[in-house]
C-alpha cells in the first residue's frame, strides 16, 4: 500500500473517532510520529481519551497540534504563558516554533510546570492555541545543553528538519513486498573484544545498525565497509544504546559518507553523545592525527537525532519497531529491543549493562514480554571475573582517601568523564555528607564539570533513590558545595 494510501485510511479511521465538533485540518507522518492538527486543540485538552483511542486503534505514536490559524501572536501567548506557569516552576524562558505550532518552556522545576495530571499545560493549549511542551533548565548551567538546544531552536535548522522527519516518516511507512521475511544479525566490530561496537540488523525489507563505534587505542573502526552495510544510503535507521566513544564515536563519520537518515537514542545519550564526539577530534587534532570526520558531521547527528523515552515503542522501518529500556550503564544507557514484522522475531541488544543497583542507576530491565534472541555485552563476564561489591569498593575509597588526608596529601582519582565520575562524586559527597571522612573541596576536570551538568538536566533518569533526594527533598548531591571548578 502506498504511502498517500496509508494516510487516506488513517484520515477516515481519525473521522470515526475524534468527535464531530472537532475538525481535523491535516494528518501527516513525520519521523516515527503520526501528527494530527487540529482547530480544536482544547477539545484534546479536556479529553485525553481521544488521543489514547487512536493510538490504541492505529498503533502509532500520536502527536495533537494546533493548526497554524489558531495560535495565538508571540507576545501575547509569552505573556499568558508567564501567568499561568507557578513562580515556584522556576521559568527561565519560552522558545516559540511557527512551523510545527509547538511551545518550549524551561523551567527549574517540569513538574510544577506541567501540574498534576498535566492540567497546567491542557490550561496553556486552551489559552493559547500552541501546543506546550516543557524541557528542565539544568542547574549547572552546561554548554553542550545550552548549544544543542540553540542549534535545534535554529529557524533554518526547524524548516530543514520538519522536511527531513516527513521524508523519515514517508519512507519508515514505504510500501513494501509481502514474501516471507527473514532476521539476520552481522558482527561489523565489538565481538571478542572491546571496543568499536557495532551490529547490522537486517531483514528482508530493512537494515538497522547498532551503534558504530570507534576503538579509542588503536585506528580500528568496525566494518562498516562489509558488502551487507554497504551503500551506507541503504541504512533505515541507526540506533545508539549509550554515548560511550566505543559504542558511538564514528556515527558522525556516516554522515561525511552520505548517511542521512535517523538515529535513534536517549536525549541524554544524543547530548553525551556529541560531548564525547567533539573532545575524541579535539584529541586526536591536537595529537597530530587525521580526524575521520568534522564538526560539521557532528551537526548533522545531532540534527537526524530522534530521541526516545524508556518504553516507547516506535516504528523505525516497514517491517521494525523499536523499544528502549534502561540499561544501567551510564546516563540514558539502553538496552534495544526490537519488534520484528507482525510476531516474527524479537531480538534485544544489551548494549553495556549493570545487572544490579549502583550509586547512579537502576539494574538494568530483563523482563520482557516476548524475546527470541539476545546479544549481550560480556566485558567482565568471564568465569574468573568478580567485581567488588558497590560497598566494597567505597569502603576501598573512603579508607585512601582517609589515609592520604591524615598525612596531608592529596588525592588524584583519574576516571572516565562520563559515568565513572559522577558515580565517584556522589560516593565522596555522601562520605562528606555523613562525617566519614573529612569535608575538603573536590576539584573537578573541565569535562567531568560539563559532563555532570548534563546530568543535572535528567535527573529522571537516575536511580528511584537518587530522584527521591531530588524531587521529594530538593536535595541533589550534584550541586554540593564541595565541588570546586
Same mark, same amino acid.
Given at each position: 500500500?502506498?504511502? =498517500? ?6 484520515? =477516515? ?9 472537532? &475538525? ?12 494530527? $492538527? ?19 486503534? /492505529? ?19 509569552? @505573556? !499568558? ?24 518552556? !524551561? ?56 522536511? /527531513? ?9 514505504? =510500501?513494501?513486498? &509481502? ?19 557495532? *551490529? ?50 564514528? %556515527? ?42 568534522? *564538526? *560539521?558531521?557532528?551537526? &548533522?547527528? %545531532? @540534527? ?15 517491517? %521494525? ?15 534495544? +529491543? ?6 516474527? +522475531? ?5 548494549? #553495556? ?23 549481550? &555485552? *560480556? ?15 567505597? #569502603?576501598?575509597?573512603? #579508607? ?29 559527597? +555522601?562520605?562528606?555528607?555523613?562525617? =566519614? ?5 573536590? $576539584? /573537578? ?16 533518569? /537516575? ?23
Amino acid at each position: 500500500m502506498r504511502v =498517500e494510501d496509508v494516510l487516506d485510511k488513517i484520515r =477516515e479511521t481519525v473521522k470515526g473517532i475524534v468527535p464531530n465538533t472537532v &475538525e481535523i485540518t491535516n494528518i501527516e507522518f513525520e519521523g516515527p510520529l503520526l501528527v494530527i $492538527y487540529t482547530k480544536q486543540i482544547e477539545e484534546f485538552a479536556e479529553n485525553s481519551d481521544i488521543v489514547r483511542n487512536l493510538a490504541q486503534t /492505529l498503533r502509532k505514536r500520536i502527536a495533537i497540534r494546533p493548526d497554524p490559524s489558531i495560535l495565538m501572536d508571540l507576545d501575547n501567548a509569552k @505573556k !499568558e504563558i508567564e501567568k499561568i506557569i507557578p513562580k515556584d516552576a522556576g521559568l527561565t524562558d519560552v522558545f516559540f516554533d511557527v512551523d510545527t505550532g509547538e511551545a518550549t518552556i !524551561e523551567a527549574m522545576a517540569p513538574g510544577l510546570a506541567i501540574g498534576k495530571y498535566g492540567v497546567i499545560l491542557n490550561d496553556i493549549k486552551k489559552r493559547i492555541g500552541w501546543a506546550p511542551k516543557v524541557v528542565r533548565t539544568p542547574p549547572i548551567p552546561s554548554k553542550t545543553v545550552k548549544d544543542i538546544r540553540k542549534y535545534m531552536r535554529s529557524k533554518a535548522l526547524v524548516s530543514e528538519r520538519n522536511i /527531513l522527519l516527513r521524508k523519515i516518516g514517508r519512507k519508515i511507512h514505504r =510500501e513494501i513486498g &509481502e514474501n516471507e521475511n527473514w532476521v539476520r544479525v552481522t558482527a561489523l566490530g565489538g565481538f571478542r573484544e572491546v571496543g568499536r561496537s557495532a *551490529s547490522l540488523l537486517t531483514t528482508r525489507n530493512s537494515k538497522i545498525l547498532i551503534d558504530c563505534g570507534v576503538n579509542v587505542g588503536s585506528e580500528n573502526f568496525p566494518y562498516i565497509n562489509a558488502p551487507e552495510a554497504l551503500p551506507v544510503e541503504s541504512i533505515d535507521a541507526v540506533v545508539i544504546t549509550h554515548a560511550h566513544l566505543d559504542h558511538c564515536g564514528l %556515527v558522525p563519520m556516516l554522515y561525511k559518507y552520505g548517511y542521512d537518515g535517523p538515529i535513534y537514542c536517549t536525549i541524554p545519550t544524543r547530548d553525551l553523545m556529541s560531548l564525547l564526539q567533539l573532545d575524541y577530534i579535539k584529541v586526536a587534532s591536537s595529537e597530530g592525527r587525521k580526524t575521520p570526520y568534522e *564538526s *560539521s558531521c557532528i551537526r &548533522e547527528t %545531532v @540534527k537526524h537525532c530522534i530521541p526516545l523515552r524508556y518504553g516507547d515503542t516506535t516504528d523505525i522501518s516497514p517491517d %521494525v519497531r523499536l523499544t528502549l529500556h534502561n540499561a544501567g550503564h551510564i546516563l540514558g544507557s539502553s538496552i534495544a +529491543h526490537f519488534h520484528i514484522g507482525d510476531g516474527l +522475531h524479537n531480538v534485544a541488544f544489551t548494549g #553495556d549493562i549493570k545487572y544490579e543497583k549502583t550509586w547512579l542507576f537502576n539494574p538494568a530491565m530483563n523482563r520482557f514480554p516476548r524475546i527470541e534472541t539476545l546479544i549481550m &555485552e *560480556s566485558t567482565y563476564g568471564g568465569y574468573q571475573d568478580f567485581q567488588p561489591s558497590r560497598i566494597e569498593a567505597s #569502603d576501598q575509597l573512603k #579508607d585512601i582517601v582517609q589515609r592520604t588526608l591524615s598525612k596531608k596529601g592529596k588525592v588524584i582519582i583519574p576516571v572516565f568523564a562520563v559515568g565513572r565520575s559522577q558515580e565517584v562524586m556522589i560516593v565522596l559527597e +555522601h562520605l562528606i555528607r555523613s562525617g =566519614e571522612i573529612p569535608n575538603v573541596p573536590i $576539584y /573537578l576536570d573541565g569535562m567531568i564539570w560539563e559532563a555532570t551538568a548534563i546530568h543535572t538536566a535528567y535527573p529522571e533518569y /537516575l536511580n528511584t533513590y537518587l530522584r527521591n533526594m531530588i524531587f521529594q527533598k530538593n536535595e541533589n548531591p550534584f550541586l554540593s558545595d564541595v565541588f570546586k571548578r
